[in-house]
């Protein structure tokens, strides 16, 4: 699970040089927020002019947005607010920059990993692949995206929408002048990234270009202004819904037992099930769906992917969860969580290496 990263400016921190096995030299980042179970994490990347990427795919959704400068991918040149929604197992056509470009990249569901390839994974959910550019191709969306809704002058560009857990991905903006005196919470995790433009909220102040949440469910924000506008990239989890209220002091505890009661109005039987501990957990959600891996062997003809539940053979890497055996490479993402963030929220992850 990804600790509550909330303020942080990745404007504040050095990009330090990334060489994870499969990618090319001339890769830069800067970690946001970082999942000890998965490996999950969302950076910001800088490709160095010249940078050249191999056809190839990631074993974790991955989710892109350029920020500054453009890509070449494949045949075609993408700009500044290109996105792309890039299922685990799809292989993306070489990637390069002649002149460099700044990148937020999120891994959501594994640790960043590149296998070569120019043909996709068999499993693959090839069909959700999508990549738009955002800034120019999609309206503002003045409705916002669920109900209840934000204020006026929040506008929204949904991105994209998984069917099964209905995350979302979505630009939104905050218009000159906008203001919004309430408290809110989710039932979900949330990420934004401030593509432009600075808002303020009453428990964390100012978020200016750069400024970077990941923020656990039932958190407390708002209220919320910008007196000049801002441009950001939003994504959470599941399903979005607001809770609005206006007590700043109520605690995440206190959020979640209000939702509980509010389900259990809205959907009494629903909420009986989940407080009913007679009844079996589904282990995994591949109890019943067929899901792409999150790891795999080498493309190569390795043996296949194996698991108990406990231990699993990464590359004939046996390891137990929370323990990792990555290479010195991404150990080092994994302790940019402790050398980049200077928050007062408690870092408290066990890494056993």
Do not use: A
């Given at each position: 699970m990804r600790p509550h990263i909330e303020p942080f400016c990745d404007r504040d921190v050095d990009f330090k040089k990334m060489g994870l096995r499969g990618f090319g030299m001339g890769m830069r980042y800067k970690m946001l927020s970082f999942d000890p179970e998965t490996g999950g994490c969302s950076m910001t990347v800088q490709f160095d002019g010249g940078y050249k990427q191999v056809p190839g795919f990631s074993w974790s959704e991955l989710e892109m947005i350029v920020v500054e400068g453009e890509l070449q991918v494949g045949d075609r040149t993408v700009r500044k607010g290109h996105y792309f929604f890039i299922p685990a197992g799809y292989a993306m056509p070489a990637i390069s920059t002649s002149q460099g470009a700044i990148v937020l990249m999120m891994y959501n569901t594994g640790e960043p990993s590149l296998i070569e390839s120019t043909t996709h994974h068999p499993q693959a959910q090839v069909a959700y692949y999508h990549d738009v550019d955002a800034m120019m191709d999609i309206p503002w969306d003045p409705g916002g995206v669920t109900r209840p809704t934000v204020a006026t002058g929040c506008l929204i560009k949904l991105l994209n929408f998984n069917l099964e857990s209905q995350a979302i991905t979505f630009l939104y903006c905050m218009t000159p002048g906008f203001y919004q005196d309430n408290i809110s919470y989710h039932d979900c995790a949330e990420e934004s990234y401030h593509l432009w433009g600075t808002s303020w909220m009453m428990q964390f102040g100012d978020i200016p270009s750069g400024g970077y949440f990941w923020r656990p469910a039932y958190i407390n924000h708002g209220a919320f202004a910008s007196e000049f506008g801002c441009i950001a990239l939003g994504r959470t989890d599941s399903k979005l819904y607001n809770h609005f209220h206006y007590n700043p002091w109520s605690t995440p505890v206190e959020n979640a037992d209000r939702s509980m009661a509010r389900l259990a109005v809205r959907?009494?039987?629903?909420?009986?099930?989940?407080?009913?501990?007679?009844?079996?957990?589904?282990?995994?959600?591949?109890?019943?769906?067929?899901?792409?891996?999150?790891?795999?062997?080498?493309?190569?003809?390795?043996?296949?992917?194996?698991?108990?539940?406990?231990?699993?053979?990464?590359?004939?890497?046996?390891?137990?969860?929370?323990?990792h055996a990555h290479g010195d490479e991404y150990n080092e993402l994994l302790e940019a969580v402790h050398t980049h963030h200077h928050h007062d929220h408690d870092h408290d992850h066990d890494h056993d290496h």
């Open positions: 959907d009494p039987l629903l909420y009986n099930w989940t407080v009913d501990f007679d009844h079996n957990h589904p282990h995994s959600l591949k109890d019943f769906e067929k899901t792409m891996p999150r790891r795999g062997p080498d493309w190569e003809g390795e043996e296949p992917h194996k698991s108990d539940g406990h231990h699993h053979d990464h590359w004939h890497r046996d390891h137990h969860h929370h323990v």
